[in-house]
């Protein structure tokens, strides 16, 4: 009988280990996930004492070239998909916008267009609000957005969509299914900026790519009209094009 438990142990290990070595990101997340399981829960409070300081001492500097205090009266992130690039913005006291830093996006699965359906892949495309803020996520830490919002489920009523989808953050880590991946210290500076300014004070934009480049627009096989690219009928294009 002892034989047989130190036998299933050494198998156990022996494939803990080969799970380990050959996929080490999701190991990481699998022991993430028991830690959290096992450990004090954060709070939102907490997990400002735990790296507040040091958000404060990182970003400091980047306020201070925008001439804004910080933390500021509230926050816009504009994501673009095609470049994996998150660039913050924030209000000066005249209520003007500057943007303060940029911060290059570590995963986003999926190509440009919009998130039709669970399972998808895709990062949504939009502007959303912060809903909460999840300190014991299993990413660091993390935002979650509004997704879908009152457009999203109106444009899956018009299209005969149901399951939408949802669980869509911005967070830390490297990896993501849906999500925006930013990094551990990229995502624990975002949520601070949003637990002091407030949730209700952070919009988040993400787009396909930078309109305001010059010559940047839709691919044909998107966008037949060029430019109402959020209308029904080109987000009926989109899906057929690519759910044929």
């Not at 990101?25 to 450990?39: C, G, N, P, Q, R």
């Not at 913050?88 to 940029?102: E, M």
């Not at 952070?202 to 787009?207: E, G, Q």
């Amino acid at each position: 009988m002892l034989k047989k438990f130190v036998f299933t142990l050494l198998i156990l290990t022996f494939l803990g280990v080969g799970f380990a070595l050959f996929f080490s990101s999701k190991a990481a997340i699998v022991m993430d996930y028991f830690k959290l399981k096992i450990t004090q829960k954060y709070s939102v409070n907490d997990r400002l004492t735990q790296f507040g300081t040091a958000v404060q001492q990182r970003l400091a500097a980047d306020f201070q070239q925008a001439g804004i205090a910080l933390p500021p009266a509230a926050i816009t992130l504009l994501a673009f998909k095609d470049s994996k690039r998150l660039e913050l913005y924030a209000a000066d006291p005249t209520g003007a916008w500057r943007q303060v830093k940029a911060y290059p996006i570590q995963a986003a699965s999926g190509i440009p267009g919009p998130k039709l359906r669970e399972g998808d892949r895709q990062v949504p495309e939009g502007i959303y609000n912060i809903e909460s803020l999840n300190p014991n996520s299993l990413f660091h830490v993390s935002l979650r957005l509004n997704y879908p919002n009152a457009f999203d489920r109106a444009m899956g009523a018009a299209d005969g969509r149901e399951n939408l989808g949802s669980d869509i953050m911005i967070h830390g880590k490297a990896q993501s299914i849906g999500c925006l991946a930013m990094g551990d210290e990229a995502a624990e500076e975002l949520f601070a900026l949003a637990a002091w300014v407030g949730k209700e004070n952070v919009r988040v934009v993400i787009a396909p790519t930078d309109f305001r480049q010059a010559g940047r627009k839709f691919p044909l096989k998107m966008c037949l009209c060029g430019q109402q690219h959020s209308t029904r009928s080109c987000r009926l294009n989109w899906r057929n094009t690519h759910n044929p």
